[in-house]
Nanobody
Framework: QVQLVESGGGLVQAGGSLRLSCAAS????????MGWYRQAPGKQRDVVAT???????NYADSVKGRFTISRDNAKNTVYLQMDSLKPEDTAVYYC?????????WGQGTQVTVSS
């Protein structure tokens, strides 16, 4: 019943931009802490950005100043605006929802940044 569906990934040139979306169903994003994670080949899955139910945000050092996480509770959707993309941003990006002991993952969307 709970589903997180990511979209917006693709292939872009270095310096370009992408906007990822995470559409939630079966839960209300308004009461969940939401986050974006990424996993590159041969690497662990790392947090990129998080946003609490109250709107407080945090970012990995590697994306500060370039990425922005936001939420639209009316649309039950979380976004990740990615600007000034670098080849090292290439990864599968996953949406995450957490509320207390409850947690859910999306299936991911591929982002590839070419040099």
């Amino acid at each position: 019943q709970v589903q997180l569906v990511e979209s917006g990934g693709g292939l872009v040139q270095a310096g370009g931009s992408l906007r990822l979306s995470c559409a939630a169903s079966g839960i209300s994003c308004s009461i969940y802490a939401m986050g974006w994670y990424r996993q590159a080949p041969g690497k662990q899955r790392d947090v990129v950005a998080t946003i609490t139910a109250g709107g407080s945000t945090n970012y990995a050092d590697s994306v500060k100043g370039r990425f922005t996480i936001s939420r639209d509770n009316a649309k039950n959707t979380v976004y990740l605006q990615m600007d000034s993309l670098k080849p090292e941003d290439t990864a599968v990006y996953y949406c995450r929802a957490n509320w207390g002991a409850l947690g859910y993952w999306g299936q991911g969307t591929q982002v590839t940044v070419s040099s």
